[in-house]
């Protein structure tokens, strides 16, 4: 199966608002309400920050907002904070028992 | 307060079997959830290996399949690892995880063990 499609690179500046996409398949993203995202610190492991599209696991900040449309997701960070400054993974349920990853996206906070 | 912890050998020999285990602590492996494996290539993106339940039920990356076997030991409250015939291309950073199968994520994850696939 194919990665997930992620832009390699996002930025903004503090305080602004930035959106990050997730595009698949019908198969997969467009298929399922099994979207997920996660937040990566360099020489850190994985952080979940979104689940099952827009659903917030509990101390995740609010500014952290997950949606879907069609075969794309879109992970939004809003009051940007020097913080968020990560890289950040889609995962996404493809069927039979399956999932796939995006490629990643790292966002730079200017 | 729920903790993953990988080990195995960092260095494995060209076609020869590359074996991790994840010991979980503060949770029974026996009380629900899958157990997952995901690995990322230095500098590269994510990618998941497959996952088992506790009663050895398993799933796996097609891409994979052929090459690798999960398996869970209860009784140590631990699972592990094997993916035979290495290359250097699965040269990665290996991270378990804690998999919730009803909506497909990774919720808690180990710091993970780099591996080298080396002669």
């Known amino acids: 199966q194919s990665a997930l499609t992620q832009p390699p690179s996002a930025s903004g500046s503090p305080g602004q608002s930035v959106t990050i996409s997730c595009t698949g398949t019908s198969s997969d993203v467009g298929g399922y309400n099994y979207v997920s995202w996660y937040q990566q610190h360099p020489g850190n492991a994985p952080k979940l920050m979104i689940y099952q599209v827009s659903k917030r696991p509990s101390g995740v900040p609010d500014r952290f907002s997950g949606s879907k449309s069609g075969n794309t997701a879109s992970l939004t960070v809003s009051g940007l904070q020097a913080e968020d400054e990560a890289d950040y993974y889609c995962n996404s349920y493809a069927g039979s028992n399956n999932l796939v990853f995006g490629g990643g996206t790292k966002l730079t906070v200017l | 307060q729920v903790q993953l912890q990988e080990s195995g050998p960092g260095l494995v020999k060209p076609s020869e079997t590359l074996f991790l285990t994840c010991a979980v602590s503060g949770y029974s492996i026996s009380s629900g959830y899958y157990w997952g494996w995901i690995r990322q290539p230095p500098g590269k993106g994510l990618e998941w290996i497959g996952s088992i339940y506790h009663s050895g039920s398993t799933y796996y990356n097609p891409s994979l399949k052929s090459r690798v076997t999960i398996s869970v030991d209860t009784s140590k409250n631990q699972f592990s690892l094997k993916l035979s015939s290495v290359t250097a291309a699965d040269t990665a950073l290996y991270y378990c995880?804690?998999?919730?199968?009803?909506?497909?994520?990774?919720?808690?994850w180990g710091r993970g063990t780099l591996v080298t696939v080396s002669s």
């Open positions: 995880a804690r998999h919730n199968q009803a909506w497909w994520f990774f919720d808690l």
